[in-house]
C-alpha cells in the first residue's frame, strides 16, 4: 500500500496525538487557558473546541511556509517524524507561528464569551476531549474511523456527555452524520451559530457595534450543505446594529468552495487555485471583511486573498458577535422566528465496508455521465474544466477501479485525493448518488484493496 506520506502523517498523528499535525492535547486546549470553564459536562453539555481551531494557526503557518520554499508536502511528511522525535518540531511551530495561532484562539474564546452572555451552561473537557478523527475519514481510512468512532462514542458516554456544541462544521458534520453510521452514537450535535441564534430569538438579544461595516459571508460547505444551516447565519448578523451584510453570488446551500476539506494538504497549489474562484467572488461584493465559521475556510481564504494581493481580513462569525456583544447587548423580549434546516444532499450512505466494490460498482454503474455535476465541482473549474479533475471524471475511474481494470496507483492517487469534498455534485446529481461519500468510499476501497 503507498499511501501518499502526507496522508499517512495526518492519520498516524490524529491517532497517536489527535489532531493532523500531531501538537497533541496540551497545546489544543491552550485557548482556554485563564477562562476558567467548568471540567467536564454541565447538564451533559460540552463545549467541544475540536482538532482544527487549537491548532489552525499553526497549520496555516506551516502551509504558507512550504508555498513560500517551494516545498513538497510529501517530502515534508517523511522529514516530519524526525522533528518530532527530536522535539523540534513544537518549538519551531509555537515560535514561529503563535500569532497567527491567536486568531483560531480568539474565535473560540469569543464564543465561548457569547454563550455565556446568552446564559448558556456548558462545561468543558480539556485534555479528556476526544478528537473527531474527522482526518482518517476524509482520507478514506474508514476501518480506523469505525474502530477510533466506537471509542470516542464510549468516552463520551463514560464521561456523561449528552450534548455537544462545538464552533467547527467539520467536527460537528463527522458526529452528526458520520459516526452514526460507523457506531452506536446517541449524543446531541449543535454548531454555535445554532444555539446562538435560538438564544438570541428567544431573549430578543441585540446588539451594536462601535463600528459600521460592511460584510459579505462564505458559508462553509459542511455547516450549509452538509448540515443545512444558513438561516441562523443571517438572524444572527440581523441582530447586529452596524453591520450591513452583501450576500456573494453563491450562498447559503449553493456556496462555494474554499480549497480545504483536505486538499490543502494533499495538493496544495489545487487547494490554492480553488481558493482564487472564491475569494475573487466575495471581493466583488464590495465588502470590506469576510465573515465565516469554519477554521479550515478561514485560512484558505486568507491565503487566497494574500496571493491575490486582494485587502480583505476574514474573521471568525464568532469574533463579530462577541465585538458587538462587548460593545453594547440589550434583551427585547421573546422574537417569532424560525430556522429552517435545509436538506439538500442525498442521506448519508451506509454501506458496510466488507462488501465496497459491490456497491461502488452498483453506484458507479447509474452514472448516467450527463456531467451536471462538473459545472459545479471546483476543482474542474479550477483546472479549466479538467474532465480527469471533475466529479464524473472521479465517479468513471471508481467504476474502472471496482472493475479491476489496469489503473497506475499513482493515477487512482491523483484523482480520488484532488476532490474538496464539497458536496455541490451531490447536490447537482439528477440520479441522486452521492457522488462526494461514494468518492470516500472510493478511496477507503483504494487503500483496502491496495490499488494506491
Ligand atoms: S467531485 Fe464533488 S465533492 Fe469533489 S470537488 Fe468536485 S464537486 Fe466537490
Ligand atoms: S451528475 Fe450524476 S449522473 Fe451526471 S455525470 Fe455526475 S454523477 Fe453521473
Not at 6 to 17: D, I, K, Q
Not at 429 to 442: A, D, N, S
Request: proline share 4%; net charge positive; charged share 25%.
Amino acid at each position: 500500500m503507498v499511501v501518499p506520506p502526507v496522508v499517512l502523517m495526518a492519520s498516524e498523528n490524529t491517532e497517536r496525538e489527535g489532531d493532523v499535525l500531531g501538537l497533541g492535547p496540551k497545546e489544543r486546549v491552550r485557548w482556554a487557558k485563564g477562562l476558567d470553564l467548568p471540567r467536564g459536562p454541565v447538564n451533559g453539555t460540552i463545549f467541544y473546541a475540536g482538532e482544527v481551531y487549537p491548532i489552525m494557526g499553526y497549520a496555516e503557518g506551516a502551509f504558507r511556509m512550504m508555498s513560500r520554499l517551494k516545498l513538497d508536502l510529501n517530502s515534508m511528511a517523511k522529514v516530519a517524524p524526525l522533528f518530532k522525535k527530536l522535539g523540534i518540531y513544537r518549538v519551531v511551530a509555537r515560535a514561529s507561528w503563535s500569532s497567527l495561532n491567536s486568531r483560531y484562539e480568539k474565535a473560540l474564546k469569543d464564543a465561548v464569551y457569547v454563550l455565556k452572555k446568552l446564559d448558556v451552561k456548558f462545561g468543558y473537557l480539556y485534555e479528556d476531549e476526544p478528537p473527531s478523527g474527522i482526518a482518517l475519514h476524509t482520507y478514506g481510512l474508514l476501518e480506523d474511523f469505525k474502530r477510533y468512532a466506537s471509542e470516542v462514542a464510549a468516552k463520551f458516554r463514560e464521561l456523561g456527555v449528552s450534548k455537544i456544541i462545538t464552533l467547527d462544521p467539520i467536527a460537528a458534520t463527522a458526529f452528526k452524520h458520520y459516526y452514526p453510521v460507523f457506531t452506536e452514537f446517541n449524543v446531541k450535535v449543535e454548531h454555535f451559530v445554532q444555539v446562538v441564534a435560538r438564544r438570541m430569538a428567544e431573549t430578543g438579544a441585540k446588539a451594536s457595534l462601535r463600528r459600521k461595516v460592511r460584510v459579505t459571508y462564505h458559508d462553509p460547505c459542511y455547516l450549509a450543505r452538509v448540515m443545512g444551516v444558513v438561516d441562523e447565519v443571517r438572524y444572527v448578523l440581523s441582530r447586529l446594529d452596524g453591520v450591513e451584510l452583501i450576500e456573494p453570488e453563491r450562498h447559503g446551500v449553493n456556496t462555494g468552495c474554499s480549497g480545504d476539506g483536505g486538499l490543502e494538504l494533499t495538493q496544495p497549489e489545487l487547494a490554492r487555485k480553488v481558493s482564487y474562484e472564491r475569494v475573487k467572488e466575495l471581493a466583488e461584493t464590495g465588502a470590506s471583511l469576510t465573515l465565516t465559521s469554519c477554521p479550515a475556510c478561514i485560512m484558505m481564504l486568507r491565503v487566497g486573498f494574500d496571493d491575490l494581493s486582494i485587502k480583505m481580513d476574514v474573521l471568525d462569525l464568532a469574533s463579530l458577535v462577541a465585538e458587538a456583544f462587548r460593545n453594547r447587548l440589550e434583551f427585547e423580549g421573546p422574537q417569532e422566528v424560525s430556522f429552517k434546516e435545509y436538506k439538500v444532499l442525498p442521506d448519508t450512505l451506509r454501506w458496510d465496508l466488507s462488501n465496497l466494490g459491490e456497491r461502488l460498482r452498483e453506484y458507479t454503474d447509474l452514472c448516467k455521465k450527463c456531467g451536471f455535476c462538473n459545472a459545479v465541482c471546483p476543482t474542474a473549474q479550477a483546472l479549466d474544466r479538467l474532465e480527469s479533475r471533475s466529479a464524473r471524471g472521479r465517479m468513471t475511474l471508481i467504476n474502472a477501479l471496482v472493475r479491476g481494470e489496469p489503473l497506475s496507483s499513482e493515477k487512482v492517487l491523483d484523482r480520488l485525493y484532488s476532490c474538496v469534498l464539497c458536496g455541490s455534485c451531490s447536490q447537482t446529481c439528477p440520479v441522486g448518488l452521492h457522488v462526494q461519500e461514494i468518492i470516500v468510499y472510493g478511496r477507503a476501497y483504494a487503500i483496502m484493496t491496495g490499488r494506491v
